[in-house]
């Protein structure tokens, strides 16, 4: 059966004309505002978990782009908009402050800006930049390479030449970044990498077959090692301390104790003798001798204590005899029981190496003064908590809380104090040593995290699920791109271990950043450095010809490309019409040729 021909049962004509049709209106439908949300039917009822209208009605889905892009809904992230300002005409803009009135409740308004991981990293800022490639150009001079199909991948290489050569980098960026607004983020970067270098880099004087051992030679120079990154790290509240003593009635006893906090016992005698204290020098010069000097000098704290001639001494000189009775906490054994704790003022660092130097053993391990001190900061010992916790650098002094057992696994600390558990206990959680979090308040800025985690893969560290290691290699790439380093995101997103996922994230930053206009250096760098194949860069000059409706850059690049049946369609489509209406046959040919080939 075949339906009948359309043309011999043409529809019969209505009989109206176009005027009888009844017209559309147009914008007929009540535009009601949305009210605000403590007048709404939905205030205060977020709790109803199984209504979905109630729980996420007045939500919104924070949105990030590349290069730092946030679409978001409320008030503007780059400056705090005042109440009056609520009722601005603003429904949508681009920066805050632009952009045409479509409803007066600011609630509601979406914003479209960027975001800086810190005010002062800038694409524009020589010193940022020159620092992120030089540190980059260690870790890729220190990486090894291998293709998985036709997409590589990188890994770093496994030894300490690589973190050693990260910490003398720091050093120079250091030294010129002084004035620089990174100078404290770098500052706890070289901080970090120094304190790699004393627990895991290479011992001077020691073989290193020795040190592999791990006998007894190596835990020493361990310790000596870690001792010298303590002392460091102390100079500068060493010198702040011992300046501002000079204000405070030139009390040479404040002296001492900021010497003693950074091992300084030649400053430290030679400040007493100057002062006329030549009792106090001659104990000085034995604060790490014997243990005998130690009993002889508790002895003396507690017949003090016994006569009350304890209530007539200067408590900082009660606090010098304490330390160097090798007791951080000194409690009379007598009524009124007077409690002297030498750590009260001092920083975690220098609490830590309190217990290091003068409350352990000499020949003692590092394990054993970390345990020391964190029975003294959770409040384990029996003077419960005395010390500062392993608060990070930016809230030292901010946050000052007790610690409780149950709550360390949520508790902000210290890259530092992370590393040195990680030494003492290779199943420490990787994940929480590289947060952000621990070293700075930025908590965008993956710089310290994705190097300090190359490094700790270089010496075998490996213990950290494949979703955080990717996770630290997406974010640190965000960071890159939104300064202009989108080269360097190609680096760091060869080393994800999926390679469907390593080989996506190459060709977005190729599709979004790739231009038409050939830059020379860039592109050597992708083929030659990291071993980009040609054909994914030609593609994405493809889609950038295509975007920019340039059909013969896009033919080009697409044969480049090997796309062969896309670049025949775009040749027959936009460019044989024209040559073959004009007679530029030879330029059709070319294009051809290539097809031609086998």
Known sequence: YQPPPVADHMPLASGLKPDDLPRKIVGSRVQRSIPDFRESQMFDKQHMLKDAALFKGRSFRVGWGPGGMLVHCGKTIAEVQKEEST?????????????????????????????????YLREKDPTVISNHTEMLSVQLDNSE????????????????????????????????????PDHPFLEQMDNVLELCVALWGRLHGLPEEEDETGGYNCQHSRREALSR?????????????VKQSRFKGNNHLLRVIAYLSGRKISEACIDAQKSGDH????LLAQ????????QYTERQMIEWSELGADKFIDKIRMK?????????????????????????????????????WYFCPSNSPIHQA??????GFKGRSPFGIYCNPPLPPYSEGVLDCPIEEEDEDHMLRDTCYHLLKLYCQRAHRLDRLLNPTSSTENHLDYRISWHLQQILQSLEYTHISPYHRAYIHFNFAAQLESLGLWHWAVFVVLHIEDKNSREAAVK??????????????????????LHVPERWIHYAKALRAKHENKAHDEALHLLKAGQWNTSHTVILKHIAPDAIINGNHEYLKKFLVELSNP
């Open 87 to 119: 009722k601005d005409n603003s429904r949508f803009s681009i920066l805050p402050g632009t952009g045409q009135s479509m409803t007066s409740q600011s609630g509601w308004t979406v914003h479209l800006e960027k975001l800086n991981v810190a005010g």
């Open 145 to 180: 390479s291998t293709m998985e199909g036709d997409c590589p991948l990188f890994v770093p290489s496994v030894g300490v030449e690589g973190l050693h050569q990260c910490a003398e980098q720091m050093k120079q960026d250091l030294e010129d970044s002084e004035n620089h």
């Open 229 to 241: 990154s303590l002392m460091t790290t102390a100079n500068h509240r060493i010198e702040t301390e």
């Open 279 to 282: 009792r106090l020098a001659l």
């Open 287 to 294: 604060a790490e001798s014997h243990h005998c000097v130690r």
């Open 320 to 356: 010098i005899y304490a330390l160097l009775s090798g007791q951080l906490v000194w409690r009379a054994p007598i009524e009124p029981y007077t409690m002297i704790n030498t750590c009260e003022t001092m920083d975690w660092k220098r609490a830590l190496a309190f217990h290091l």
């Open 370 to 375: 970390l345990l020391d001190y964190e029975s």
């Open 508 to 529: 977005d930053l190729l599709y979004r950043h790739q231009t038409l206009k050939r830059d020379v250096d860039k592109e050597e760098f992708l083929v030659d450095k």
